[in-house]
């Protein structure tokens, strides 16, 4: 504690007894990995939607650090599938630190469905499609969010803008599948979105 001048002790007692509740509010206002925060709670179509967890995307054998995610339900939990069968809203951002590429976001957003998606991809290709035409570069800060919206689909914002929504559940599911299914662009990644440490 820093040095201050003397007070009266009624009123030392009285800070004192604030600062666990100051403390306990400071910890609930963000989360935090590899120096990114995001809040804890976010509003989505009328519900409060709670930070489930942190993840860390790397790529290439180099581990270049492109973005941190974050994914917010409304229920935390460890369990993916829950996760994915549920009829709340689901909102996932992505926070970039490196710059990438429109063309490299569509190839990551083809080779993500190859595997969360597998025998439905000839029904979802023109949907996937439609994303990609929303594709541009994004640089370092740039902030991507995806909310599934129950019966309607995933609402796609670029810092803010909303750019569209794609239609249908099994899209959405499709969708956030790419991180919380069997083959997640990496296991840190899908642990630290399931409450696990962001590594």
């Not at 004192?16 to 100051?22: E, G, N, S």
């Not at 829950?82 to 709340?88: F, M, P, Q, V």
């Not at 909310?147 to 810092?159: F, M």
């Not at 559940?169 to 696990?196: E, K, V």
Request: hydrophobic fraction near 45%.
């Amino acid at each position: 504690m820093r040095t201050r001048a003397p007070i009266l002790w009624p009123a030392a007692f009285a800070l004192a007894a604030l600062l666990p509740i100051a403390g306990c509010a400071r910890a609930a206002v963000a989360g935090e990995c590899d120096g990114v925060s995001f809040p804890v709670h976010v509003k989505a179509e009328g519900a409060t939607l709670t930070l489930n967890g942190l993840g860390l995307r790397k790529a290439t054998i180099f581990g270049i650090k492109v973005y941190i995610g974050a994914l917010y339900v409304a229920h935390p939990t460890a369990d993916a599938g829950a996760i994915l069968t549920s009829h709340d809203p689901v909102e996932m951002r992505l926070r970039f630190v490196f710059h990438v590429t429109a063309g490299q976001l569509r190839d990551a957003w083809r080779e993500g469905f190859e595997k969360s998606a597998r025998g439905e991809l000839p029904r979802l290709r023109s949907r996937i499609a439609q994303l990609n035409s929303w594709m541009a570069s994004v640089g370092s800060g740039q902030e991507m969010t995806f909310l599934r919206i129950p019966g309607v689909g995933i609402r796609y914002s670029l810092d803010g803008a909303v750019k569209g929504t794609i239609p249908g559940d099994d899209f959405a599911t499709a969708f956030l599948a790419i991180w919380l299914g069997s083959s997640p662009p990496s296991r840190a990644l899908r642990a630290g979105l399931l409450g696990g440490p962001c590594t």
